[in-house]
């Protein structure tokens, strides 16, 4: 089954660390999203990438890095200068750019110890 | 600019009730819309859309119209189930705005058995 992969499910960052957040899709899908929700609220976009080895910053980028190396992946890493990263992480993709809708992967909780 | 607003949560009903959660919407050019649900500790799941003005999405009950003179896409389901039990987003995407869909806050639903 065609899908999106996000892994780990619940991940632990300590102070000072960066951590690295994967998602994997088997859509063939052209875009990817990474979104931050936090309780009670709705998505911001963190960024974003239309091709392979190009992306651009979403709302709130600031903290965090991506690449786009291959088509399937892109991921997430959360730096250490993102003071406030406990949060749910959601991976999306589509088939392109415009008018289509995404699909999600089931996310990934990060905590802080 | 593009942007959503649906009704704030939480909405509790019983079981068999008719459910009506508003969303309207603010964009520039020709938007596509669409409602996304989120089951607890889920990414997000397209549930429904619609493309162009009039069109009517449906899916498990749950309908949608496209309503451009009200710029409205309110979501109805005429007898609801605990199983709908779920946070649901209301969203737009426009072909002119590359790569980004806008989410709406979301609206917390619960159904009392």
């Known amino acids: 089954d065609g899908g999106i992969t996000q892994s780990p499910k619940y991940l632990f960052r300590k102070e000072g660390q960066n951590v690295t957040l994967s998602c994997e899709q088997n859509l063939n899908h052209d875009a990817m999203y990474w979104y931050r929700q936090d309780p009670g609220q709705g998505l911001r976009l963190i960024y974003y990438s239309q091709i392979v080895n190009d992306f651009q910053k979403g709302d709130i980028a600031e903290g965090y890095s991506v690449s786009r190396e291959k088509k399937e992946s892109f991921p997430l890493t959360v730096t250490s200068a993102q003071k406030n990263p406990t949060a749910f992480y959601l991976c999306?993709?589509?088939?392109?750019?415009?008018?289509?809708?995404?699909?999600f992967g089931d996310g990934t909780r990060l905590s802080i110890l | 600019g593009n942007s959503v607003t649906q009704m704030e949560g939480p909405v509790t009903l019983s079981e068999e009730a008719f459910l009506t959660i508003n969303c309207t919407y603010t964009a520039t050019g020709y938007p596509s819309l669409f409602w996304y649900v989120q089951y607890p500790g889920e990414g997000l799941q397209l549930l429904l859309k619609?493309?162009?003005?009039?069109d009517k999405g449906s899916n498990k009950g749950f309908e949608a119209t496209y309503r451009k003179e009200t710029t409205s896409f309110h979501l109805e389901k005429g007898s609801v189930q605990v199983s709908d039990s779920a946070v649901y987003f209301c969203a737009l995407s426009v072909e002119s705005s590359a790569s980004k869909i806008i989410f709406g806050s979301g609206t917390r639903l619960s159904i009392r058995p």
């Open positions: 999306a993709s589509s088939l392109d750019h415009s008018n289509q809708p995404q699909h």
């Open positions: 619609a493309t162009k003005a009039d």
